[in-house]
């Protein structure tokens, strides 16, 4: 998980600074997409290994995934990823009013209140597609 934070942190970095995405992003904006980089490297960085370990492991009450379960819980957590990613650059549109720190702060809430809707979504009612 913590290198995949790094991970995240860089990525989020490198959109800032060297990509089509840096005139979109204020100076003060910065952190924003850092900020994305970290909750989403971090999500990836601590379930991919746990999906990649359920695929090769499993007991009698759970039993292993199959390699298309495993793939679509793997595409699931890197859409949720790219998504923290996006609302984080949602969230450093806010550093062209507000100063560095304040952008900075309110970006964590925002990144890290963004994925609740997620999670109380009844995502049963569509299958078995991430549960």
């Known amino acids: ?16 600074d ?17 900020v994305g980089g970290i909750g989403g490297g971090g999500l990836i960085g601590l379930v991919i290994p746990l999906i990649l370990f359920a695929a090769v ?4 009450e759970k039993p292993r995934l199959r ?15 790219c998504y923290l990613l996006a609302v984080s650059l949602l969230s450093a ?3 062209w009013i507000f100063p560095q720190r304040t952008t900075t ?12 809707p997620l999670a109380l979504f009844p995502w049963e009612r569509f299958g078995r597609i991430l549960g």
């Open 93 to 95: 549109q806010l550093g």
């Open 18 to 34: 060297r990509s089509f995405v840096t005139p979109a992003v204020p100076d003060d904006g910065h952190d924003a997409l850092l």
């Open 67 to 81: 390699p298309g379960e495993a793939l679509i819980k793997a595409l699931a957590t890197l859409a949720i990823g």
């Open 57 to 60: 492991r499993g007991t009698e």
């Open 1 to 16: 998980m913590t290198l995949g934070g790094y991970e995240g942190v860089t990525l989020g970095a490198a959109l800032a």
């Open 105 to 116: 702060v309110l970006s964590v809430f925002a990144v890290g209140f963004s994925w609740a």
